[in-house]
């Protein structure tokens, strides 16, 4: 997708982090823009900043883990703006410690939102832009920790792996049918955001009990080093950046970190090898 303005954008998540800056690009290049986010004051402060900036918006409360709230987001979408071009399924949470210490809470949550919301993102939308026959395009928001293997944050990875998975698969899939929808997968690393501070929006019946958590040395020192790498993580209006490029170069692949490369490197080769990785 070359020309962007006039087109009709679709974010989730967009009420925070990589979903607003995202947004806030969408505006400046001129696009009609829908904003969908599950925290209402968020999303209420990311319409009202587009609005003063002059864009058209949509602002719809979503939350993408139940498909009839993306099939609602569709139908609203549709509804206002008749059809829709780019679509940014990235709305994302982050839970977990251990694969076995997590609580199916923290499971049943993270999948939810980061995978399944994903899956829900591309089964609607995607029918939709192949009857519209015009150029398109979707990214999915995966993380590099959909590139890599280490331990913590069992749920997020997971989940995020999967993005990679589906977001390649479905790159092959279009590409087979010569359709007109493009697709990226997002993998970056520490960015700015609210991500650390998810639970704010976690629902009631995902709550963990008290006595569900396990908490140890080593997960809470873990977890103050990536509340700390967030903070000072690369700015969202950089990661839209390097969105809108892909998206304009038809790009499959947005690594907005080369310092992991290495790492990325080392996982592959150790696979190809058959060799085990290094712990420690």
């Known amino acids: 997708m070359q020309q962007f303005r006039d087109k009709v954008?679709?974010?989730?998540?967009?009420?925070?982090?990589?979903?607003?800056?995202?947004?806030?690009?969408?505006?400046?290049e001129g696009m009609?823009?829908?904003?969908?986010?599950?925290?209402?004051?968020a999303l209420a402060r990311t319409?009202?900043?587009?609005?003063?900036?002059?864009?058209?918006?949509l602002c719809v409360h979503t939350d993408v883990s139940k498909v009839a709230e993306v099939e609602r987001l569709a139908e609203k979408t549709l509804g206002a703006?008749?059809?829709?071009?780019?679509?940014?399924?990235n709305a994302g949470v982050g839970a977990g410690t251990t694969v076995w210490e997590s609580t199916l809470a923290?499971?049943?949550?993270?999948?939810?939102?980061d995978l399944w919301g994903v899956i829900y993102g591309v089964k609607v939308f995607t029918p939709l832009m192949l009857a519209q026959g015009t150029e398109c395009h979707i990214v999915n928001v995966g993380s590099i920790a959909g590139l890599l293997a280490s331990p913590g944050l069992g749920p997020y990875k997971v989940a995020k792996h999967g993005v990679v998975s589906l977001s390649e698969t479905l790159y092959y899939e279009l590409a087979q049918r010569g359709a007109q929808v493009g697709v990226s997968v997002l993998c970056p690393g520490f960015v700015k955001t609210g991500i650390m501070?998810?639970?704010?929006?976690?629902?009631?019946?995902?709550?963990?009990?008290?006595?569900a958590v396990v908490?140890?040395?080593?997960?809470?020192?873990?977890?103050?080093?990536f509340v700390a790498a967030v903070a000072s993580g690369m700015a969202v209006e950089q990661v839209a950046d390097a969105v809108f490029a892909a998206v304009a170069a038809k790009?499959?692949?947005?690594?907005?970190h080369s310092d992991f490369n290495e790492v990325i490197r080392e996982r592959a080769e150790n696979i190809l090898l058959q060799r085990n990785p290094a712990v420690g």
Request: hydrophobic share 45%; glycine share 8%.
């Open 9 to 28: 954008a679709v974010i989730t998540g967009a009420g925070s982090g990589i979903g607003r800056g995202i947004a806030a690009r969408c505006a400046r």
């Open 32 to 41: 009609k823009v829908v904003v969908a986010d599950i925290e209402l004051a």
């Open 47 to 57: 319409e009202a900043d587009l609005r003063r900036e002059g864009a058209t918006v």
């Open 81 to 89: 703006f008749g059809a829709v071009h780019l679509l940014v399924n």
């Open 106 to 113: 923290d499971w049943e949550w993270t999948l939810g939102v």
């Open 197 to 211: 501070s998810s639970e704010r929006n976690r629902p009631a019946a995902l709550q963990n009990e008290p006595h």
């Open 215 to 225: 908490t140890t040395p080593e997960a809470e020192q873990e977890h103050a080093a």
């Open 251 to 256: 790009q499959l692949y947005i690594l907005t």
